[in-house]
C-alpha cells in the first residue's frame, strides 16, 4: 500500500523559510518523479515543483528563485525548501508520487498534505 506523508508545514511571517517533506513507503520511491503542489482558500491546485527520477528539476514562475526542490532516495523523501515567503504562498501543500508524467498532472499518489500560512 502506498503512503505518501508530507510534514514540515506551520506558520511564519513574511520572508520567512520552512521545509517540507514529503516521505514516501509502499513504492520503489528512486524510480518516481516527486510533483509539490499546493492548493489555497478558494482556488484550484497548483503545480509548484517537480522533480524527475533523474534529478532534473522545474518550477512555477511564482515560486522560481525561492523555493528548491529535491530528494533523498535513501531516505525514500522529497523535500521543498520554501524562502522569502509570501502571504500569496499561504496554502496546503501536497507531494503527488509517479512518473514523470503523472506527477506533473497531479495523476500520481497524494498525500494528505501539509498547511503553510504565512502572515504579514
Known amino acids: 500500500q502506498v503512503q505518501l506523508v508530507e510534514s514540515g508545514g506551520g506558520s511564519v511571517q513574511v520572508g520567512g523559510s520552512l521545509r517540507l517533506s514529503c516521505a514516501a513507503s509502499?513504492?520503489?520511491?528512486?524510480?518516481?518523479?516527486v510533483g509539490w503542489f499546493r492548493q489555497a482558500p478558494g482556488k484550484q491546485r497548483e503545480l509548484v515543483a517537480i522533480?524527475?527520477?533523474?534529478?532534473?528539476?522545474d518550477y512555477s514562475d511564482s515560486v522560481k528563485g525561492r523555493f528548491t526542490i529535491s530528494r533523498d532516495n535513501a531516505k525514500n523523501t522529497a523535500y521543498l525548501q520554501m524562502n522569502s515567503l509570501k502571504p500569496e504562498d499561504t496554502a496546503v501543500y501536497y507531494c503527488?508520487?509517479?512518473?514523470?508524467?503523472?506527477?506533473?498532472?497531479?495523476?500520481?499518489?497524494w498525500g494528505k498534505g501539509t498547511l503553510v500560512t504565512v502572515s504579514s
Open positions: 503527488n508520487v509517479g512518473t514523470t508524467r503523472d506527477a506533473r498532472g497531479g495523476m500520481g499518489y
Open positions: 509502499g513504492i520503489i520511491f528512486s524510480i518516481n518523479a
Open positions: 522533480i524527475t527520477r533523474g534529478g532534473s528539476t
